[in-house]
């Protein structure tokens, strides 16, 4: 992990401003996070890298999409789609689609090349996991965004449930508690 994070630095990760501070801290934090949860290599890789060409939230990046073959080359094939992935999703498109899915699959729409696709398992779990640990490592650093974000995050985690592993939701659920909504009585 240590050559990888050299190489995210070298690409200048830590020259980029994040909401609060710099983007390479930002994404050493995630990683963390999947750390924690036991997540496997990749899927943590993918953390480390997963703003690497921007996302729908933080436009700027740190690498032109004409330069994927090299970042596959630094984190592995597998990290590296997953990281595209991540990176290409229009959230506007695919996160409503959780709360209404039950056993409707995902149509992921990439915001690059606006191609629709259905979201396999295989995907969605990785892609799921890394969301919540992104947005988490947000809601630990700042208490404004927590605030501001914090019902809303916490009702799409609650869709993205099946795709996680009990470590991320109870993490969500532990940081987000005061946005859960009460169950009414019949």
Not at 17 to 32: F, M, P, R, Y
Not at 103 to 120: E, M
Not at 136 to 148: G, I, P
Request: some cysteine; overall charge negative.
């Amino acid at each position: 992990m240590d050559r990888q994070f050299e190489q995210l630095r070298a690409l200048g990760a830590g020259d980029f401003q994040h909401l609060n501070g710099s983007l390479i801290a930002h994404l050493k934090e995630t990683e963390s996070i999947l750390a924690s949860w036991g997540a496997d290599e990749t899927l943590r890789v993918a953390g480390l890298y997963h703003a690497a060409y921007g996302t729908a939230g933080f436009q700027e990046n740190m690498v032109s999409l004409t330069r994927r073959s090299e970042i596959a080359m630094i984190i592995g094939e597998a990290a590296e789609a997953l990281v595209y992935l991540y990176c290409s999703c229009d959230r506007d498109s695919v996160f409503p689609q959780f709360s209404c899915s039950q056993d409707k699959p995902i149509v992921f729409k990439d915001r690059f090349t606006g191609t629709r696709f259905p979201l396999t398992d295989e995907q969605a779990k990785p892609f799921c996991e890394l969301t919540v640990a992104n947005e988490l490592e947000l809601v630990y650093a700042s208490e404004s965004f927590k605030q501001q974000y914090g019902a809303e995050l916490f009702s799409l985690f609650e869709a993205m449930t099946p795709n996680l592993s009990d470590k991320a939701t109870a993490a969500y659920r532990a940081a987000l508690a005061e946005f859960a909504v009460p169950l009414q009585p019949d």
